[in-house]
């Protein structure tokens, strides 16, 4: 099992950056990927980025170039700065943690989402 703190979300125009963070904690087992996946309303979940304990990282082709994911091993957090936010970007943000970097499918441990909602 694994415990999450989410925090980070909120209101912001179109434009305007937001950064998201993510700590995560399993006893007794590292955590080799973690990311972030989001929902809008009445859409299904997808995935916006990720990034294992190597450095390897992925993106969503909606997101390059917008929002960058880091991640500081030591304390197993993940960050998701999100720059020149769109309309679009509103959902749910949901942070995920797995022993596998296959971010095309769902699995893995999940943290409860913080919303964030971009809007003028």
């Known amino acids: 099992q694994v415990q999450f703190v989410e925090s980070g979300g909120g209101l912001v125009q179109p434009g305007g950056s937001l950064r998201l963070s993510c700590a995560a904690s399993r006893s007794g087992k590292s955590i080799y990927a973690m990311g972030w996946y989001r929902q809008a309303p009445g859409k299904q979940r997808e995935f916006v980025a990720g990034?294992?304990?190597?450095?390897?990282?992925s993106y969503a082709d909606s997101v390059k170039g917008r929002f960058t994911i880091s991640r500081d091993n030591a304390v197993n957090t993940v960050y998701l700065q999100m720059n020149s936010l769109k309309p679009e970007d509103t959902a749910v943000y949901y942070c995920?943690?797995?022993?596998?970097?296959?971010?095309?499918?769902?699995?893995?441990?999940w943290g409860r989402g913080t919303q964030v909602t971009v809007s003028s």
């Open positions: 990034r294992t304990s190597g450095g390897t990282t």
């Open positions: 995920n943690a797995r022993d596998i970097a296959n971010w095309g499918a769902y699995g893995g441990f």
